[in-house]
């Protein structure tokens, strides 16, 4: 029997076209935890499991079903559209790999609730540091691998693409002052609260190469800080990089750290910070970014460390942007609503001629020969007849999407969500 996931019945609702045999619920469906679902620690270890999880879902998926996984620093989501095996395979692998004492089921949306977060989530509406614009790129990429690895569908395809125009209009409104916000200046604003207010002149260190490392060197020039990059590789748009031997005496001789690698485990050991926090006068201020985080999180004396969840902020209210989400989510599901229901009326008439073709052959079966003309008229007329009785129906599906009636396009803030939060979602 195909898995099911508890949702809310009363949401499941089905427009008045149920009554001529077309029924429309936007096949989407998402699941997965965040910064405001689940612990640090559980999230790094999905994060860690990601590609094989990736493939135990691809595994799972039935034909038609299609989905993509995306991994940021605060959350790893499932969006599939099709069958319930995708999603209810990853609940399954999230609740076996959770960790000693987590007890919140992974989050659970379908139909416009699941769109409707996934326009939130690229607007930089869910993140833990609100309007950050990586977000934008992580979808794409996800996006990217689903596609090269067989994952996606055309109907995913849309339904992302969709989101994806969609969140970034809305975060324009949400956050119109242009300033641009990331994990790397939310790093350097909380860097900057921990000196007193100011980085002027701070000797601080870059450990990682990669698009947080970049932010991070960008706005701590911008600060006046001195800024030393540590990291493995060189890589363009970093200057300057020093091996990643150098860093335990630059992390010695710094203010600050910021470490920032794409490593699935830690590269910063106890051993490593005790190294650098030898003969120090103060405390080194040292800043972990990544998920999986890279510095061990027992830190070590006279080292103190954040990791990604001290950035944390909640946006202001913004009751624009709020309404902005609505239209745009409702024009979505019209969209898709419109190309559901041409293509059903598609095979709806195309089951029509079939039906009026052996009505004709079973009606002519009993009559005297007619002839080839004969029998044609026939054909024609029962044709006709079945087209006619189908017109109504169709003019009324036509007419329903057009002016927003179906219940899918006025329901996008339906509370279809199973699962529990830490927090509100």
Not at 209 to 214: D, E, I, K, L, P
């Amino acid at each position: 029997a195909e898995p099911r996931l508890r949702g809310t019945p009363n949401c499941r609702r089905r427009s008045r076209g149920v009554a001529w045999g077309m029924s429309l619920e936007l096949p989407l469906a998402q699941v997965g935890l965040s910064h405001r679902t689940a612990s640090l620690a559980w999230r790094e270890v999905l994060a860690r499991e990601a590609d094989a999880l990736g493939a135990d879902l691809a595994a799972a998926a039935r034909p038609g079903d299609g989905f993509l996984l995306l991994l940021t620093c605060n959350r790893i989501e499932c969006y599939a559209v099709g069958s319930d095996a995708v999603p209810a395979r990853f609940a399954e692998r999230a609740r076996v790999l959770a960790p000693a004492g987590e007890a919140v089921l992974p989050l659970v949306r379908r139909g416009p609730a699941a769109l409707r977060h996934l326009v939130r989530v690229t607007a930089g509406l869910e993140s833990l540091v609100p309007g950050e614009r990586e977000v934008v790129g992580q979808v794409r990429a996800a996006w990217r691998r689903a596609r090269e690895r067989g994952w996606a569908t055309g109907e995913l395809d849309r339904l992302v693409a969709g989101a994806l125009a969609a969140g970034q209009r809305v975060r324009a409104a949400a956050f119109p002052s242009g300033a641009a916000r990331s994990v790397a200046t939310a790093a350097v604003a909380r860097a900057r609260r921990e000196r007193g207010g100011s980085l002027a002149g701070a000797r601080c260190v870059v450990a990682g190469a990669g698009t947080v490392a970049r932010g991070l060197v960008e706005a701590l020039r911008g600060e006046g800080a001195q800024v030393v990059v540590v990291a493995r590789r060189a890589r363009r748009g970093v200057a300057a990089v020093e091996p990643w031997s150098a860093l335990a005496p630059a992390l010695a001789g710094a203010d600050v750290g910021f470490v920032a690698t794409g490593a699935s485990r830690p590269t910063v050991d106890r051993a490593l910070l005790a190294e650098a926090a030898a003969g120090r006068a103060a405390p080194l201020l040292l800043l972990d970014l990544a998920v999986p985080r890279n510095v061990d999180p027992a830190g070590a004396a006279g080292v103190r460390l954040l990791d990604v969840e001290a950035l944390a902020s909640r946006p202001d209210a913004m009751p624009r942007a709020d309404g902005l989400l609505d239209d745009e989510v409702a024009a979505l599901v019209r969209a898709w609503a419109a190309r559901a229901v041409t293509r059903r009326l598609g095979h709806l008439h195309a089951e029509g001629d079939q039906l009026a073709a052996s009505a004709a052959t079973a009606l002519l079966a009993g009559l005297p020969p007619l002839g080839p003309e004969g029998e044609r008229r026939v054909h024609d007329a029962l044709r006709q007849a079945v087209r006619r009785a189908l017109f109504p129906a169709s003019r009324e599906a036509r007419s329903l999407v057009q002016a927003g009636m179906l219940p899918l396009a006025t329901c996008e803030r339906c509370p279809e969500v199973s699962g529990g939060t830490r927090g509100a979602a």
